[in-house]
């Protein structure tokens, strides 16, 4: 009798596309002040190590073929490394942030001045409470958007508008998790990997409904901020201790790449973080 083996239905072959990031070297990285939970003033950074890990995740983008550019520091805004938060830029138009804290005010102006000297179709500065990329993840077709620690709705209604692109709006609910992109990570057009937990029952429907095949990552996943994580369509750069996740991504074709940016956990930040993507626009049907 010939043993039966079960057909395996094999993963859909991921397909990388170049991407244009945009990084600001931890120069004057420091943990002065607490704005999220993962930040402790008393703890002691080590910046030396934080710069040999941003030097990592850099040379590893570049490594696979993306374009990184990197934004100058600036003294006295430790926090500015996490250049997910300078703004979104999506087919040449960028919105630049509007932070929530007084501590990180002065890095919305910064990053201002650093958009309008490139060639952008159009540029204009967040009215609203806006942490660009750590709250608006662009999913092709539309915006995925968290609300409930750092931006409001009506920043979702300004994002919308100037984008002329649907926004999905999500409640965040842990503090752990306060930026969608903790939470959260767009794979590809059609995929995104998320921590149910992080998020109201609302917004898990509306997930659950959207995207029916995503990646559930555990709570180890979500600790280690695998989801702060970022995609190529075929890498998917993220943090080495975020384990099932890893081989989640694996299951489904993806090709894990882990990066370590632990010193910069520190200020509650990860991979995803530290990069702000120039995104194209994509105005075909996804496939
Ligand atoms: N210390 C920073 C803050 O609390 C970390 C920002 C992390 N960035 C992100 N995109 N999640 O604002």
Known sequence: MTA???????????????????LCR??????????????DPAAPVDRARALAQWDVLRATLEA???????????????????????????GGLAMSARFAHPERAAEGPAFHQ??????????????????????????GQRILAGVGFRCSLSAHAEVA????????????????????????????????????AAFS????????????????????????FGLNGLSDGRHVFLDPGATSLIAALRE????????????????????KCCVLELHNRRDTTAG
Not at 4 to 21: K, Q
Not at 117 to 139: K, Q, S, V
Request: cysteine-free; glycine content about 6%; overall charge negative.
């Open 161 to 196: 508008q100037y984008f002329d692109l649907p926004v999905i709006s999500l409640e965040l609910v842990d503090p752990r998790f306060y930026h969608l992109d903790t939470a959260l990570m767009v794979l590809d057009d059609t995929t995104i990997a998320y921590y149910p």
């Open 201 to 224: 029952p609302a917004a898990r429907d509306t997930l659950a409904h959207l995207y029916p095949d995503a990646i559930l990552a555990d709570d180890n996943d979500a600790v280690s």
């Open 252 to 271: 489904r074709g993806f090709t894990p790449v882990p990066v370590d940016v632990s010193e910069l956990r520190k200020g509650g930040g990860g991979v």
């Open 114 to 139: 650093w958009f309008a000297a490139r060639e952008l179709r159009e540029l204009a500065p967040a009215t609203e409470i806006n942490e660009g990329e750590g709250d608006f993840a662009f999913a």
């Open 64 to 90: 696979h073929g993306h374009t990184v550019d990197t934004v100058p520091g600036e003294p006295g805004l430790p926090d500015m490394v996490f250049a997910a938060n300078s703004g979104i830029v999506i």
């Open 26 to 39: 931890p120069d004057h990285f420091e943990v002065t002040y607490a704005i999220n939970p993962w930040m």
């Open 4 to 22: 039966v083996t079960p057909l395996r239905v094999s993963a859909p072959t991921r397909v990388a596309s170049l991407r244009r990031y945009v």
